[in-house]
């Protein structure tokens, strides 16, 4: 029986993380309930003004928070970015691999390039972050949590156009089930968020969206139970049961928020 009150169970207070893409929008959301609950995190994103403002603002808030950029598609940068967390806070505990791109383009108009650059950023960046953030958990014997972020298009098409995007996430749905197998052994868990209809940056939060995007998401916001679109927060929730105690006997799942989208 376990005998943690439930503030104990969400304090991360011991873990240092590391969220990709965690510049803006979805990852924010995580970095920000990580830094809330104690963790060191740092922030490994392309966008250097947007992820040095992040940090910056969090840090300023009390938060302990740093910023690398990284291009998650380069392996290089991803080896370079789990070194500098370990040389910062000296571990290595929690790995959110959430920096992801959707563009919106139709096959018969996709060339291979396009395909392969969401392959790259998208699903090869987590086989890389697996690899070398997995190294360290495991060499330092404490067992860690690793946290993908697929889409509701990991189980079912929002619409035309995402089919590279959606070969991505089912490829890494089908990574986190065997990782989860595979790194068991050394008691990293891994397990994935699917979220559907967040208001993000890349979404559109606050920016003109061309018009094929616009067409998208209003066709995608009409499908939604809920009626609204979700907040970064509410996967930064998740992913902070995730991280923290309170998922201690989960590995190889994978959690859906989309406001109920996939029941439509
Ligand atoms: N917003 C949604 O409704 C939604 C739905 C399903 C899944 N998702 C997934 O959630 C994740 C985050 O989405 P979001 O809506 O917050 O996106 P966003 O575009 O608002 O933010 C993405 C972040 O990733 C960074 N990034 C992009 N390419 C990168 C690269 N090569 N290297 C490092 N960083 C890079 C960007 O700079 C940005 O900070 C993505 O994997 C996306 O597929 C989002």
Redesign the pocket.
Known sequence: MNTLSNSQLLDLSTNTAIV????????LGIVTRYAQAGAKVVI????AE??AKASTDLNAQGYKTAFIK????VEAEVNAAVDFTVSTYGELNIMVN?????PTVPIMQMSYNDFEKVQD??LN?VFMFTKAAAAVMIKQGKGGKIIN?????ALHPSSVGLAS?DAS?HGIWGFTKNSALELSVHHISVNAI??????????GAGVELPPAMKEVMEKFLAKIPLKRL?D?DEIGKVALFLASDMSSYMTGSQIVVDGGVLLS
């Open positions: 990709t893409g965690g510049a803006m929008g979805i990852g490994a994103d392309f966008n947007a992820g990284t291009d998650v598609s959430n920096a992801g791109i959707y950023i998208n960046s972020i697929t889409s509701v298009d995007y996430k699917a979220p559907g209809g967040i208001l993000t940056p890349g979404a979700g970064p």
